[in-house]
Antibody
Framework: EVQLVESGGGLVQPGGSLRLSCAAS????????MSWVRQAPGKGLEWVAN????????YYVDSVKGRFTISRDNAKNSLYLQMNSLRAEDTAVYYC?????????????WGQGTMVTVSS | QSVLTQPPSASGTPGQRVTISCSGSSSNIGSNTVNWYQQLPGTAPKLLIY???QRPSGVPDRFSGSKSGTSASLAISGLQSEDEADYYCAAWDDSVYVFGTGTKVTVL
C-alpha cells in the first residue's frame, strides 16, 4: 500500500525550532518529487516547499524562505522539514505529499498530517 | 492571500448538479493546468481532478472539470451525501503552487 506517515509535530514557543519527518512506503521514494503543504486551523491549503528526487532542487513559498529547509534521505525513504524561527502564523497541520511531474503535475498521495502549534 | 478565488460555499439536494468556479489570472490558470482536491471533514486532501479535466483511477465520473481562459470549474452531478466536503482548485503560478480559497459543499 502506498503510504506517507508524518511525525514530529507538537507545541513550540515562538522563535523555536522543530523538525518534521515523513516516512514513505509502498513506492520507489527516490523516483518522485516530494512536497510539504500546510493548513492553518479552519483555513485553506498552502504549499510550503518542494524537493527534487535527488535533492538537487528545492523551492519554497516566500513566507518560509530562510527559515524552513526541506530535505530527504532516499536510503531511509524519508522526507524532512526543518523549521526554525517559528512564528504564530506557522501554526498548522503539515502534510507531506507526493508530486507527479507533468503531464499530471499534481499531488496524488498525501499523508495524514502532523499538527504544529507555535505558542507561548 | 490566495490568488485563486472560489465561492465560499455551494449546496444542493441529493441528485442535483453543483458547480464550483475558480477564478485566476494569466500567470496561473491562464498558462498552467488546473487540479482539484477534495477534503472530507477531518481528513487529508485527495486528488480529484488533474490536468483540467482528468480523473485519477477510482474517482467517480460524477466529478468533472473544465477550464476556459483564466477560470476553471468543477461540476458534481448526481450529488451524494458523501460528497459533502471542502473542494480546492490549484495551479502553478510561476514557481509557486497556489491553492484556491476553498468551497464548502453542503448536501441539503
Amino acid at each position: 500500500e502506498v503510504q506517507l506517515v508524518e511525525s514530529g509535530g507538537g507545541l513550540v514557543q515562538p522563535g523555536g525550532s522543530l523538525r518534521l519527518s515523513c516516512a514513505a512506503s509502498g513506492f520507489t521514494f527516490s523516483s518522485y518529487w516530494m512536497s510539504w503543504v500546510r493548513q492553518a486551523p479552519g483555513k485553506g491549503l498552502e504549499w510550503v516547499a518542494n524537493i527534487k528526487q535527488d535533492g538537487s532542487e528545492k523551492y519554497y513559498v516566500d513566507s518560509v524562505k530562510g527559515r524552513f529547509t526541506i530535505s530527504r534521505d532516499n536510503a531511509k525513504n524519508s522526507l524532512y522539514l526543518q523549521m526554525n524561527s517559528l512564528r504564530a502564523e506557522d501554526t498548522a497541520v503539515y502534510y507531506c505529499a507526493r508530486w507527479l511531474v507533468p503531464p499530471i503535475d499534481a499531488f496524488d498521495i498525501w499523508g495524514q498530517g502532523t499538527m504544529v502549534t507555535v505558542s507561548s | 492571500q490566495s490568488v485563486l478565488t472560489q465561492p465560499p460555499s455551494a449546496s444542493g439536494t441529493p441528485g442535483q448538479r453543483v458547480t464550483i468556479s475558480c477564478s485566476g489570472s494569466s500567470s496561473n490558470i491562464g498558462s498552467n493546468t488546473v487540479n482539484w482536491y477534495q477534503q472530507l471533514p477531518g481528513t487529508a486532501p485527495k486528488l480529484l481532478i488533474y490536468s483540467n479535466n482528468q480523473r485519477p483511477s477510482g474517482v467517480p465520473d460524477r466529478f468533472s472539470g473544465s477550464k476556459s481562459g483564466t477560470s476553471a470549474s468543477l461540476a458534481i452531478s448526481g450529488l451524494q451525501s458523501e460528497d459533502e466536503a471542502d473542494y480546492y482548485c490549484a495551479a502553478w503560478d510561476d514557481s509557486v503552487y497556489v491553492f484556491g480559497t476553498g468551497t464548502k459543499v453542503t448536501v441539503l
